[in-house]
């Protein structure tokens, strides 16, 4: 899928370097059609931030180009770029296409943790806002694209992980078993391999969908997550989880990131050279990793 989307990968590259971190928080700069970024932090990587008297804490650099994504030119979306995180919202479904970030254990041992923090209306999301009430009595979780979890490194990327632009409807039984399973293995293997990066987001098998509140998000079938690491030989591996109560190992939720993207249509890491992502993408081995 790459060479489909070289030239347009290109200019993402290109005018995500000219923007930098030098504007004012909140400001929009438009991409190509529907396609917006929110520049409201600095980069995701190399954020230092005091957070205890002379305590300093810091994530550690990564390649950010590997944070973007691409998808079909008929999907909406408005890409936002958080603290912690890079979004691919959908303004018409009311939930992320994507969400991707990179991991590593000082992201997950930080002192900022969700407590007291409530979920909160993105203001910068296009279309209909959704907020927490959209969800109540609805008989699903508020799900977590990026976790929580992973955010304890920034005060500011712990509360950004509750916008509701992070969200999506999960089942309590997954978001509570095996999908918290999973986002804690990733976890591990952050402490084992120095960083991965990780794509979690929707799927949407069918042409009618479910939705909940008054903003009508749709409710995913599924949900998939992709993990690459680029630490010693490269190495990347997908998930797929049905929006549904399951307790089964995560051997049983293996998939190729190809699998994945040709259910999805997106192109996962297309920043990677031409045959290290044909290769890397092929592989579903849990026992590699």
Not at 69 to 78: A, R, S, T
Not at 129 to 141: A, E, H, I, L, Q
Request: proline fraction near 5%; charged fraction near 25%.
């Amino acid at each position: 899928m790459k060479k489909t989307f070289l030239l347009g990968l290109a200019f993402l590259t290109l005018l995500f370097g000219a923007l930098g971190c030098d504007f004012a928080k909140g400001e929009h700069k438009p991409l190509i059609g529907s396609i917006r970024q929110t520049v409201e932090a600095c980069a995701v990587n190399d954020t230092e931030t005091t957070v205890r008297k002379n305590i300093k804490y810091k994530a550690p650099a990564g390649d950010d180009r590997l944070l973007t994504q691409l998808v079909p030119k008929d999907i909406p979306q408005q890409l936002l770029r958080r603290v912690g995180y890079v979004v691919s919202y959908n303004p018409e479904t009311h939930i992320p296409n994507w969400v991707a970030w990179q991991l590593t254990e000082s992201h997950t041992t930080g002192p900022y943790k969700r407590k007291g923090i409530e979920f909160q209306e993105d203001n910068e999301a296009e279309g209909v806002k959704v907020n927490t009430f959209d969800y109540s009595r609805s008989g699903y979780d508020r799900g977590h694209m990026c976790p929580s979890g992973d955010n304890k490194w920034d005060k500011t990327a712990q509360q950004q992980s509750f916008l509701m632009t992070n969200i999506c409807p999960q089942n309590h039984n997954l978001n509570a078993g095996d999908w918290n399973e999973m986002e804690n293995q990733c976890r591990k293997w952050s402490k084992q391999y120095g960083r991965i990066y990780i794509v979690a987001g929707p799927i949407l098998y069918n042409q009618k969908h479910k939705t909940i509140g008054k903003a009508k998000v749709v409710v995913p079938e599924a949900f998939f997550k992709v993990v690459l690491c680029m630490e010693g030989t490269p190495k990347a591996i997908g998930f797929i989880y049905k929006n549904e109560a399951g307790n089964r190992p995560k051997g049983d939720y293996v998939n190729s990131i190809d699998a994945i993207e040709r259910i999805t249509g997106f192109d996962f890491f297309p920043a990677l050279e031409d045959a290290l992502e044909a290769k890397v993408e092929a592989e579903a081995n849990l026992d590699d990793w």
